[in-house]
């Protein structure tokens, strides 16, 4: 016989909503007999405006002292929920305090052991970023007068000819660092090469144009980030076509 699954247990023992605080000073026993010095979470209410949240390991106690704190007068309805389990107690009260901000919590929730994903999203943006300007760096050179045949500095080969058409038909960033000094490139669909406003047909002459002297392998030069995210040089891409 196939054994019954059981559903996660419930966090949540009981809850009290909208009770006014009159009700508590004045029915203090039949609160205190249904609340049994129980622990968990409460909220403090004035006028149906969220006003405070705390962590309780006796309940009863602690909205009494509230009535008589520098809370006192500044709330007039509150919640109880009453947790079983304790372990992430204080994560709880912590993801409330920070979602609601609210007034009467002068300190933010702690999250100790959460990872603050902010500086990856803005690197990602940024990232982001430098890729839609080479696009729109890219559209402006195609609007550009036609038939008019630009200077292109590096080798020059025969239209069509140029060594890294294909490898990244929407474009792509690729990036190089030379004495302590970061640089960046936008390669187009057709392998044409934009550097600080000047066209290449090859790596090597967009690779050369940041080297003080001499000749440089620009396939072994310049680096894109592949699918992971990881800079690896372009003579990878070279490779995998042979």
Not at 50 to 79: T, V
Not at 123 to 151: S, T
């Amino acid at each position: 016989m196939a054994k019954k699954k059981h559903g996660a247990r419930p966090i949540i023992q009981g809850h009290l909503e909208k009770v006014s605080s009159r009700v508590f000073e004045r029915y203090q026993k039949e609160v205190t007999e249904l609340v049994k010095q129980g622990q968990g979470v409460y909220a403090l209410y004035r006028r149906d405006k969220l006003y405070y949240i705390g962590l309780a390991s006796d309940l009863e106690r602690r909205i009494k002292w509230h009535l008589k704190d520098k809370h006192k007068g500044k709330w007039d309805r509150f919640n109880l929920y009453m947790i079983k389990k304790t372990d992430h107690i204080r994560e709880v009260e912590s993801l409330l305090i920070r979602i609601a901000d609210p007034e009467g919590n002068k300190l933010r929730g702690k999250l100790g052991g959460s990872k603050n994903l902010g500086r990856a999203l803005d690197a990602a943006i940024k990232q982001r970023q430098d890729e839609e300007r080479g696009i729109i760096f890219e559209q402006r050179e195609r609007g550009r007068k036609k038939g008019k045949r630009k200077k292109v500095k590096g080798r020059t080969k025969r239209k069509g000819e140029r060594p890294m058409k294909g490898y990244f038909p929407k474009g792509k960033m690729i990036y190089t660092s030379y004495k302590g000094k970061e640089y960046k490139a936008w390669v187009s669909g057709n392998g044409r090469i934009k550097f600080q406003n000047n066209m290449y047909d090859t790596p090597s002459g967009a690779g050369k144009a940041i080297l003080d002297k001499g000749a440089v392998d620009g396939w072994k030069f310049w680096k894109y980030k592949d699918k992971n995210g990881e800079l690896v040089y372009i003579n990878q891409l070279r490779k995998k076509r042979r």
